[in-house]
């Protein structure tokens, strides 16, 4: 796989596999070169902080109504959200076979499913 370059016509599916895998090839390089190497050092309170973070900045950009802000804060959040998954050991694959499965499915069957089982 390629990596991304601007163009509109790549998956939304091929941006996220290499986004992911860039995050993992960062496990083992320098944490003073590499941010997502800093917080793989730091250990896992450090991610699952920044997730936090920008959540409430995510959050906040929504109620605000700003589009910019929206879509930039998204973006820090889905990346640290894989930092997360990298960190936790769980492929990229598992994502996106749960969205996957939850398709065509009403949200509240879904949640519903969930409280069962």
């Known amino acids: 796989m390629t990596a991304p370059t601007g ?3 790549e ?16 496990r083992g390089a320098d944490p003073a070169q590499s941010y997502v190497a800093s917080l ?4 896992p309170d450090a991610a699952l902080k920044k997730v936090g973070e920008e959540a409430a900045e995510f959050l906040l950009a929504a109620k605000n109504g700003d589009p910019e802000a929206l ?7 889905w990346f640290h959200s894989l930092v ?9 694959s598992a ?4 969205l996957a499965r939850r398709q065509g ?7 519903a499913s969930r409280a069962t089982s």
């Open 7 to 9: 163009n509109s016509a």
């Open 11 to 26: 998956t939304p599916e091929a941006v996220l596999e290499v986004l992911y895998r860039t995050i993992l090839s960062r």
């Open 40 to 43: 793989f050092a730091k250990g």
């Open 71 to 77: 879509i930039h804060e998204l973006a820090d959040l």
């Open 84 to 92: 997360v998954l990298a960190a936790q050991d769980q492929p990229l």
């Open 95 to 98: 994502l996106i076979a749960e």
């Open 105 to 111: 499915r009403s949200g509240h069957d879904e949640k």
